[in-house]
């Protein structure tokens, strides 16, 4: 990890915001599949520990870089996996749910193979500070303070372990928000999602149409040929 000052905020882009938060969810991914397959006892220290990691978690790779597109007037759309995790912590925050609660509902419901969830393809084998491969309950791990360099270091080695396709397209960023007026900030994002969906549905109607044709054209191909064995069929018939 480099510690020299490459970025400042001017640097910063929404792309860089949306592949840190794609980093994040890999990461929530990862512990959720590791400590779901641990058999260590789930004591309540267990599970207090685990809390106050997870909430390193989301102070490290998911608030600064929300906050920052607030910045940038920005509204960004996130994994459906990272939006669940983010609803039960902010409940956590406002005490609405307990620790335990919340360690409940983080194992219950932000499950990765759920098929409205699926971030199990985002998993690699490498990150950096995995506080999860060990025991994060009794080893008392010193959880360090990231800046932008550390965690754009890690969010670049997190890519390049990924194998070519394996990351979903993010949801598109939104431009164009005026400060002050969020019911016209809310229309501008549901339209540029409303776009980004018509897009995507559009390349794949073309490549079905592609493809429809593509069978048509192999079905013409076997037009002859089974005419062809039809009339020698009928005529070995014939006595």
């Known amino acids: 990890m480099s510690n020299s000052s490459k970025y400042d905020l001017t640097d910063f882009t929404i792309l860089d915001a949306i592949n840190i938060l794609e980093y994040a969810t890999s990461r929530f991914a990862a512990i959720w599949i590791a400590c779901d397959r641990s058999h260590v006892p789930r004591s309540p220290a267990y599970k207090a520990s685990f809390v106050q990691h997870l909430q390193w978690e989301v102070y490290s790779f998911v608030f600064p870089y929300i906050n920052i597109c607030m ?21 956590l925050q406002t005490r609405n749910i307990t620790s335990e609660q919340f360690y409940a509902e983080f194992f219950m419901h932000c499950f990765p193979h759920d ?17 999860w491969k060990d025991r994060f309950d009794t080893l008392g791990f010193a959880l360090p303070s990231l800046d932008v360099n550390e965690v754009l270091d890690m969010m ?8 070519m396709g394996a990351m979903l397209l993010p949801g598109p960023a939104v431009a164009g928000q005026v400060e002050g007026d969020p019911l016209l900030n809310q ?9 980004h969906l018509g897009d995507s549905l559009e390349r794949m109607l073309q490549e079905k149409t592609m493809m429809a044709v593509a069978a048509a054209s192999s079905m013409s191909k076997l037009e002859g040929p089974m005419d ?8 070995s018939r014939q006595p």
């Open 71 to 91: 910045v940038f007037n920005t509204h960004l759309t996130m994994t459906d996996l990272l939006h669940s995790i983010l609803s039960r912590f902010s409940r």
């Open 115 to 131: 098929p409205e969830l699926r971030s199990t393809h985002r998993v690699v084998l490498k990150y950096a500070h995995d506080w």
């Open 156 to 163: 670049a080695d997190h890519f390049e372990q990924l194998p």
């Open 187 to 195: 229309i501008l994002a549901v339209k540029a999602c409303v776009q």
């Open 228 to 235: 062809q064995l039809e009339e020698a069929l009928l005529t």
